[in-house]
């Protein structure tokens, strides 16, 4: 009897010690997630700023490429056909105007 009594108040010892253990490894985890969806904001938020036009701009400019906007001569549109007036293959709706 003493046995069965030691031994169920050691199992309820390691279950609480399992509970507490789960606790804080969860609150650990859920620390983690809040740091990376932060940078994962502040990354979001860098790119935005360096992809808009005016931003490359200026890096081009700082860079010294020589980079210049192509003339309107060799910029090539292409405009998509309506569906009912051409066939329906994908490389015959696109004309070079």
């Not at 490429?65 to 329906?88: A, C, F, N, T």
Request: aromatic residues 4%; hydrophobic residues 35%; contains cysteine.
């Amino acid at each position: 009897m003493c046995l069965l009594i030691g031994g169920s108040g050691v199992g309820y010892v390691w279950q609480k010690n399992q509970i507490y253990d789960l606790g804080r490894q969860i609150k650990q985890l859920e620390t983690r997630r809040d740091l990376l969806r932060h940078q994962n904001r502040m990354l979001e938020n860098l790119l935005t700023k360096m992809s808009s036009p005016k931003e490359l701009d200026a890096r081009v400019k700082n860079s010294n490429l020589g980079l210049v906007p192509p003339r309107q001569d060799k910029v090539w549109r292409l405009v998509e056909i309506p569906m009912e007036h051409s066939s329906p293959t994908t490389e015959s709706r696109l004309v070079a105007r």
